[in-house]
């Protein structure tokens, strides 16, 4: 082996033991879990490729940058990328309805993409149901144009930190405005900004009854998931839920996005909750 191709192999098995390397028939990039930084050790040691963290917690763009800074040295010695963040917006910062504020959002959303950036973040979550659900007798017709246009001065700003806004659609018990992946692809493709994209989560859909084909149709639009159980939010391989349906799904889009394991979960389910999504996502 020549000097050359010594260097260039040395530079990949580094970068491997850093980013997990998709097996062919695995429709995920890598595998996550939404959790602390302060879990990365146990989640590496798990199964885990990288932590989703929390926007409010993490990010903190409602804090002086003294206090961002101690988190971005903490994020600095984590043993595993940080590559998305949820919980983005609190519910005092309105973004549908008669008190909207969307120049408020925006001030606070630009200081969370700075943020991701410099913590080497690749997609925030746009969940938020706090945030964006409608108040008793608000149109969901006005919510729409309100929540589209937001997103559309919302995308430059991500675009500008190199950062994906991945809209989250909600249980219908947790939120009265983008429940259904349907529906959450009709607002991005409203938007229509490369910055604006779509989140599938297997537990919001299992809950609303959703087909899980339909990730077909939206495929071309999605950049991020979320996975757990359908009857308490349970990690996979805890209940035995079938995932294969939305897993071959994804893999007829070619989705090649990150998955997180959200929900409620202790560490020492993860290991065969990461095995059980391999497990399934693999053809038989």
Not at 66 to 76: D, I, P
Request: glycine share 8%; proline share 6%.
């Amino acid at each position: 082996m020549n000097r050359r191709c010594f260097s260039l192999s040395a530079i990949a098995a580094a970068a491997a033991q850093r980013v997990w390397c998709k097996p062919a028939a695995l429709p995920f990039s890598a595998l996550g879990a939404c959790a602390s930084l302060t879990d990365a050790e146990a989640i590496k040691a798990a199964g885990g490729q990288y932590i989703e963290e929390n926007v409010q917690k993490f990010l903190v763009p409602n804090k002086p940058d003294s206090e961002w800074l101690a988190n971005l040295e903490r994020a600095k010695a984590c043993p595993l990328p940080i590559l998305s963040c949820n919980s983005f917006l609190p519910g005092s910062l309105r973004c549908t309805g008669s008190d909207a504020d969307h120049d408020a959002v925006l001030r606070y959303a630009e200081t969370a993409f700075r943020r991701g950036q410099q913590a080497g973040l690749k997609v925030i979550v746009f969940g938020s149901s706090g945030s964006r659900s409608l108040r008793e007798g608000f149109p969901s017709a006005k919510a729409e144009e309100q929540f589209v246009a937001l997103l559309k001065q919302m995308g430059p700003l991500a675009s500008a930190s190199g950062i994906t806004i991945a809209v989250e659609p909600l249980r219908r018990q947790e939120c009265n405005f983008i429940n259904t992946v349907l529906e959450g692809a009709a607002i991005v493709e409203g938007a229509s900004h490369p910055n604006i994209r779509l989140l599938f989560d297997c537990y919001h859909m299992l809950q609303n009854g959703e087909d899980p084909g339909d990730l077909e149709k939206v495929g071309h639009l999605l950049v991020h998931g979320h996975i757990a159980e359908k009857e308490n939010r349970s990690a996979p391989g805890v209940a035995g839920d079938d995932f294969r349906p939305f897993f071959s799904a994804l893999a007829q889009t070619g989705y090649n996005g990150c998955l997180s394991i959200e929900g409620k979960w202790t560490l020492d389910e993860l290991p065969r909750a990461f095995a059980e999504i391999r497990r399934q996502a693999f053809p038989a």
